[in-house]
């Protein structure tokens, strides 16, 4: 297998994202299936992790993981590392790329770079559009702040994590959906990296991560699916931020044909990153003043009511697995 990989979960046949993705050459495709996924599901150049095939996988992880929840995808990962990933690249079976894809950047890299250290919260959108939307994940009461500048200077940056943005129906909120609910098409812009001390959420939908990075993917299962990734990212940020890194946000390489969604569910379980994230940014940075360290996070993260006490045992099981695998941790 090449060292670059893609890897989606899919609970339907094969998409037109699966197949387009299927075709790209020097990137093999995982597809991790779920209790759902039809068991005659099969397409040539991917590799299908089968329900069987994920029992017999040698990974603590495989044995705490639940099943029929998107944090599957967490399989996926430690079997792309198991197979020499240098590159991992993950979306969704909705997401279908553009001819140009894939259009990543070298982690170590010169670019704008949005700095302001009064606005902890910046909505990449705005810098890729003019229309008033906001990322999933983005705390309720920064949607309407304006920053007084955009603050942006070109700079060296290192981004081992870069976010691609999604057109016609990209990465929002239930509430977006719900009272605006238009389609987007963002401008092309040079890469924008968000220096250290300004967050906005990502996701897992078109998302490239480089091997230094490699510890920072893990989905926590315990909580709602609409809130694993937007998580994940967050911590992603944190913990890039203590290094001098971040997270580079590209250019749309995808558009969107979602899925079907009850919109009614996706805002109930959205609920907390509608009213805590703020709270969580600063917990985060709380606890880096204290330890720091990235493995007792989601201990940590336990105390104040943001995981259950099944993520912390499948964390510290998936970096027993890393660390098996001979990814470095800090």
């Avoid at 991790?32 to 994920?54: F, R, Y």
């Avoid at 670019?111 to 983005?138: D, K, L, M």
């Avoid at 720091?292 to 940590?300: Q, R, V």
Wanted: charged share 20%.
């Amino acid at each position: 297998m090449a060292g670059k990989f893609i890897v989606i979960t899919s609970i339907n046949y094969p998409t037109e994202a699966i197949k387009k993705f299927s075709a790209i050459e020097g990137w093999q495709v995982i597809v991790v299936a779920d209790l759902k996924t039809p068991q005659d599901w099969q397409l040539e150049n991917v590799k299908l992790l089968t329900v069987d095939e994920q029992k017999s996988l040698p990974f603590e992880t495989v044995k705490l993981l639940p099943w029929n929840h998107y944090a599957r995808k967490n399989i996926g990962y430690l079997y792309a590392i198991m197979h020499g990933a240098d590159l991992l690249y993950e979306t969704d079976d909705d997401n279908i790329p553009y001819s140009s894809w894939p259009e990543f950047y070298p982690p170590a890299l010169k670019t704008e770079t949005y700095v302001n250290r009064e606005q902890r919260f910046f909505n990449i959108y705005s810098y890729f559009c003019n229309a008033h939307v906001w990322p999933r994940g983005f705390p309720l009461t920064a949607i309407n702040n304006q920053a007084a500048e955009m603050n942006l200077v070109t700079k060296h940056v290192s981004a081992p994590v870069q976010q691609g943005l999604a057109d016609l129906d990209p990465d929002v909120d239930a509430i977006y959906r719900l009272t605006i609910g238009k389609q987007v098409k963002f401008a092309e812009r040079s890469p924008l990296f968000l220096a250290p001390g300004s967050y906005c959420p990502f996701n897992s939908q078109n998302t490239l991560w480089y091997h230094e990075a490699f510890q920072y993917m893990f989905l926590p299962a315990y909580v709602f699916s609409r809130v694993t990734d937007i998580l994940r990212g967050y911590l992603a940020q944190h913990f890039l931020h203590q290094k001098g890194q971040g997270v580079l946000f590209c250019n749309s390489s995808v558009y969107q044909e979602r899925n079907y969604h009850n919109l009614l569910k996706d805002f109930g379980e959205e609920i907390e990153l509608y009213t805590r994230t703020e709270e969580l940014i600063t917990l985060l940075e709380e606890y880096s003043k204290k330890s720091g360290e990235f493995a007792g996070i989601m201990k940590y993260l336990l105390v104040h009511n943001f995981v259950k006490q099944e993520d912390v045992a499948l964390f510290e099981a998936w970096l027993h697995d890393l660390e098996r695998l001979g990814v470095s941790l800090s």
